[in-house]
């Protein structure tokens, strides 16, 4: 499964619910009060995925409600968070 990973210009994390620590992971990102910006992490496997398929599957787990999401590079969501307020600085490896 892909990992959450710390990036240049995150600036909180969301940790688990007390109880839930062996099963939830730490989520780090960048917030800036109108957008949340994650990074993650593929596997060897699930980039050699990726790479066959040209395909990323998401999830939310929330029920019925379904919140506007933007899966791209960052140069893409850097531009795209610029509109909504302060975004991220340019990352080392892009």
Same mark, same amino acid.
């Given at each position: 499964m892909a990992?959450?990973? #710390?990036?240049?210009g995150s600036n909180f994390t969301f940790t688990a619910p007390k109880g839930d620590e062996d099963r939830v992971r730490d989520l #780090?990102?960048?917030i800036n009060?109108?957008?949340?910006v994650t990074c993650w992490e593929?596997? #060897?496997?699930e980039f050699a995925s990726v790479v066959a398929t040209g395909k990323?599957?998401?999830?939310?787990?929330?029920g019925?409600?379904?919140? #506007?999401?933007l899966v791209s590079d960052a140069r893409t969501i850097r531009e795209v968070v610029?509109?909504?307020g302060k975004t991220f600085p340019r990352q080392e490896r892009e």
């Open positions: 990992t959450a990973v #710390p990036f240049e #780090p990102c960048f009060g109108n957008a949340i593929l596997t #060897p496997e990323i599957w998401v999830s939310q787990l929330s019925r409600s379904f919140h #506007p999401m610029a509109d909504t």
